[in-house]
């Protein structure tokens, strides 16, 4: 008889980590909250959270991030859970991260190594890739005094995956000139965007962005708006990729509407370094709508982290409508109120009245931009027409026998391009 072939289950094993935080004495952090987040982004990521041990401490141990003692709860804490690794909601630099690994014998990973997992597995176009290629590959470098000249930990966090996760054995010099030609890739990016930027400013686009920190809602909306067809997940960082989509406010005003990647607190320099030629795009937005969570617990906190994201990007002063959604979970949950913002609603993305109450109040705070302004334009100056239709909101319009009479609500740019039509009572 022929000899039975024994198949092995090839299932992916999920990962099961124990999380690791310090409550600093002298900080207003809420240490409980960070953990839960870093419970989402690590079950985001395909792991599980089977355990946490928090510390508090005067200061961070530089060595070791914990206390010796603490070290030792953790290592048999580990072993009585049957963890396959540790995440710590800091980021490590590379001496804790070595010492820890040696003192526990097992896998040690930090919140900047888990969110890299994650946006190498949502990355989808080729700019996402080169951006988390660009932050995997600074994160390491900024590493290799702490784990030695190989880089045979390059796919060390949880799984392996992503562009960039080649299990590179490689030193500085590679990276570096890998570095460089990311960069130059980015760069090329970055000319590409101010060509659509100038085209839309010459056809006098109203450009609308929304931000906010991750799983606020922002792809719902746009969804919701445009029809984007952009991916909908109740995950962190579900999307990373910029979309923009064409949308009409309710006085026939056409503007793009954007949705960037998600912000989240305690994020890397390397990652907002790497996605600096995507989040750009809000320096040169109008108005952006600020999306936050109503539902969430940790709204404030959520808020402050943006606005915190917002100047480091110098977006800081950029006039925002704070957007309160999912108002249909929140309950009896107090709003906040948000005096940095210009005007504040709150919706739910699910209900279309909401989504029109959304748009209608973005075209509200945009005619405070913006003056009563009647203008005859010539016949034989028509290409005047298409920036007033795309950018303005008709008020009335009169094909006279000298041109077309428009009375519009228009910005000073608009209304200095066309000083030479204005008509004066």
Request: glycine share 8%; aromatic share 4%; with cysteine.
């Amino acid at each position: 008889m022929a000899e039975k072939t024994q198949l092995h289950s090839t299932e992916k094993i999920q990962e099961k980590v124990v999380l690791v935080g310090i409550d600093l004495n002298n900080a207003d952090t809420d240490v409980d909250a960070c953990l839960d987040e870093l419970s989402r982004l690590i079950e985001t990521a395909g792991a599980i959270e089977v355990g946490r041990l928090i510390q508090k401490r005067e200061r961070v141990n530089p060595g070791l991030y914990l206390g010796t003692g603490k070290v030792e709860e953790l290592k048999n804490a580990v072993a009585e859970l049957g963890a396959t690794g540790v995440v710590c909601d800091d980021e490590l630099s590379p001496a804790q991260l070595k010492n820890l690994e040696s003192a526990l014998n097992t896998k040690v990973m930090d919140r900047t190594m888990v969110i890299l997992d994650i946006f190498a597995k949502r990355a989808i176009s080729s700019e996402g890739k080169i951006q988390v290629e660009l932050a995997q590959l600074k994160y390491r470098l900024s590493r290799l005094a702490g784990i030695g000249a190989s880089l045979s930990r390059l796919g060390g966090g949880i799984g392996t995956r992503g562009p960039g996760e080649k299990k590179l054995e490689t030193d500085r010099r590679y990276i570096k000139e890998r570095i460089g030609e990311l960069k130059e890739s980015l760069e090329e990016i970055r000319t590409h965007r101010e060509l659509l930027r100038t085209q839309r400013k010459k056809k006098g686009s109203v450009v609308v962005s929304l931000v906010g920190y991750t799983n606020a809602g922002k792809s719902t909306i746009l969804n919701a708006i445009t029809n984007a067809g952009v991916l909908e997940e109740d995950k962190l960082f579900a999307t990373l990729d910029t979309t923009t989509r064409l949308a009409q406010l309710p006085g026939g005003t056409n503007i793009m509407l954007t949705d960037t990647v998600g912000f989240i607190q305690k994020l890397s320099h390397h990652l907002i370094e790497a996605f600096k030629a995507t989040l750009e795009e809000l320096q040169y937005a109008d108005i952006l709508l600020h999306v936050v969570d109503a539902s969430d617990p940790s709204a404030d906190e959520h808020m402050k982290v943006v606005y915190d994201t917002l100047k480091d990007l110098g977006c800081e002063g950029k006039p925002v409508i704070t957007v309160f959604n999912k108002m249909d979970l929140a309950g009896n949950i107090h709003v906040p109120e948000d005096k940095k913002s210009l005007s504040q609603i709150t919706i739910s993305a699910k209900n279309n009245d909401d989504l029109e109450k959304l748009l209608a109040e973005t075209e509200r705070v945009l005619k405070t931009f913006r003056k009563c302004t009647k203008v005859l334009i010539p016949y034989s100056e028509g290409g005047f027409l298409n920036s007033i239709y795309g950018k303005c909101e008709i008020i009335s319009e009169e094909h006279t026998f000298e041109g077309t009479l428009i009375e519009a609500y228009m910005d000073d740019e608009t209304a200095s391009r066309l000083k030479d039509y204005i008509v004066t009572e």
